[in-house]
């Protein structure tokens, strides 16, 4: 275990990519001290573990690569045992499940398959990195939920048409934490989730979205095999 006073360095990415991407997609990515003065005016939601984020033009990941690495920060500070500053110690076990729940509350749709492998793997990279930097033996299952969660939340899709890229409705998945390993998943069509069409289940409870399908509990190591 051991302490890294100094923050993690973030991947940075240039802000255009061609000409004819900025014209056909409107490909400009935001800076990172634009970043962090958006997410300064929801600095507390930013840093919160459990906060719900979703992207709907996610590029490669700018944005939601800064929230993570809050989110991390947090995971962290919540998984310490010790009250020493100095030498801080953290409980893997709380860590590890800190930080995919974490990991598992960060959303995007990108059109551009390119950029949507890229901040996959920008995320994955952050998750790794900074899981890596604090404990010496990393469990690759650990490694293999968040890969799985990113497959599933960063969706290559079109966030005006609703569909993905095979014209099929974008689904996205709520993983929910029932117990410290026991996680529950249950899918939503996006659509339901944005668009008031007959998804309100009653005029005074407000506007609560139809899931399609729920999963049984499983322990979250294991979300891959569900
Ligand atoms: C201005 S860039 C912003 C990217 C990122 N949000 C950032 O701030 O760095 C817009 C992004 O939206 C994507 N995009 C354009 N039309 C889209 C659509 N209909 N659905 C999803 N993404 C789209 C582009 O490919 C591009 O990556």
């Given at each position: 275990m051991t302490d890294t006073t100094q923050p993690l360095q973030k991947t940075t990415t240039k802000q255009t990519k061609s000409k004819k991407r900025i014209a056909e997609h409107g490909e400009v990515f935001t800076?990172?001290?634009e970043?962090?003065?958006?997410?300064?005016?929801v600095k507390f939601q930013s840093e919160q573990i459990a906060s719900t984020f979703l992207e709907p033009?996610?590029?490669?990941?700018?944005?939601?690569?800064?929230?993570l690495s809050r989110k991390l920060?947090?995971?962290l500070a919540k998984s310490q045992i010790n009250k020493s500053q100095k030498s801080p110690k953290y409980a893997q076990f709380y860590y590890e499940k800190n930080a995919i729940h974490a990991i598992?509350?960060?959303?995007?749709?990108?059109?551009?398959?390119?950029?949507?492998?890229?901040?996959?793997?920008?995320?994955?990279?952050?998750?790794?990195?900074?899981?890596?930097?604090y404990f010496k033996q990393i469990n690759p299952l650990v490694i293999k939920t968040a890969q799985f969660l990113l497959s599933k939340n960063i969706v290559n899709g079109n966030a005006l048409t609703l569909k993905d890229l095979n014209d099929k409705p974008i689904l996205f998945s709520e993983?929910?934490?029932?117990?410290?390993?026991?996680?529950?998943?249950?899918?939503?069509?996006?659509?339901?989730?944005?668009?008031k069409t007959d998804n309100q289940l009653s005029d005074n409870q407000g506007f609560i979205p139809k899931n399609i399908q729920d999963y049984p509990p499983i322990h979250y190591l294991k979300l891959s095999e569900q």
């Open positions: 800076a990172e001290r970043v962090n003065a958006m997410l300064d005016l033009a996610c590029g490669n990941g700018n944005f939601l690569v800064e929230i920060t947090t995971a598992s509350s960060i959303y995007g749709i990108e059109l551009l398959a390119d950029n949507c492998a890229e901040c996959r793997s920008r995320l994955l990279d952050l998750f790794q990195a900074h899981y890596q930097s993983w929910k934490f029932i117990s410290d390993t026991l996680i529950q998943r249950r899918d939503y069509i996006y659509e339901n989730l944005v668009e």
